[in-house]
């Protein structure tokens, strides 16, 4: 296990899997900071196509519970993942939303979300108490998503935001704004920062071509003055 914490596994993943900017970049710090630890359950809020979970089954010998709302009826892509990489009986793929969960209170060991809280929007309240209740107390709770510095979007960003629906505006909310969010529902805050390579992150994220060419000039015009990427983790109190 030592070893595995050293070694970080999710950058055998191909970037191309990821859902969102530098997802698997962030997964690394994030699994450390909630203290994930094997024989655990875990939740993860945003399943993609279910790599970040299967990894972690895999290396912290956990189960994980991943919540994909967006998934088709009958896509079973997730729970095929696992299965090729041997860990089917570890991970469950469920279509549920984050902000009405069937789960008992204090059922897990602790909760993610990459680059998937944001995309909640004016419901992340709701979503984080439901996150919190599942939770079980002494448990860690934690995020690493887009997030917007704390200086006003600029003018040629928010023309192209607002032409093309982007809804970066909407979405993204600085570091100072979830950790206050995170303290009105009661957690303590035990980490938070952006990421240094946030910006190279989200030229390589551009660079995958898998965006649109509206989101793609979005990032260039930006250079690093708005968009950013963080990591946030509070602790449900006993």
């Known amino acids: 296990m030592n070893q595995v914490l050293q070694e970080n596994p999710f950058l055998k993943l191909d970037p191309l899997k990821a859902w969102g900017p530098a997802s698997f ?7 450390k900071a ?7 359950r875990v939740l993860e809020v945003g399943g993609g196509l279910g790599h970040i979970a299967t990894t972690i089954s895999k290396h912290w010998n956990v189960s994980v519970v991943t919540l994909e709302p967006w998934a088709e009826n009958g896509n079973n892509e997730i729970q095929a993942y696992a299965a090729e990489q041997d860990v089917e009986n570890q991970v469950l793929q469920l279509k549920i939303e984050a902000q009405s969960m069937p789960f008992a209170d204090n059922t897990f060991d602790a909760v993610i979300s990459i680059g998937s809280f944001e995309m909640i929007g004016d419901q992340r309240p709701l979503a984080l108490s439901e ?3 599942v939770a079980k107390p002494g448990s860690r709770i934690g995020i690493a998503e887009p997030m917007c510095q704390p200086v006003p979007m600029p003018d040629e960003l928010v023309k192209l935001d607002t032409e093309f629906s982007m809804g970066f505006q909407a979405c993204f909310k600085t570091l100072d704004w979830n950790c206050n969010l995170f303290a009105s529902q009661g957690l303590l805050v035990t980490e938070s920062y952006y990421f240094d390579e946030a910006y190279q992150w989200w030229l390589n994220y551009r660079d995958l071509r898998r965006i649109s060419e509206a989101e793609q000039e979005l990032i260039t015009l930006d250079n690093g003055r708005w968009i950013s990427l963080g990591l946030l983790v509070g602790e449900k109190r006993v």
């Open 25 to 31: 970049d962030m997964a690394f710090p994030l699994v």
């Open 34 to 40: 909630v203290n994930i630890r094997p024989g655990m």
């Open 131 to 133: 996150m919190i209740r």
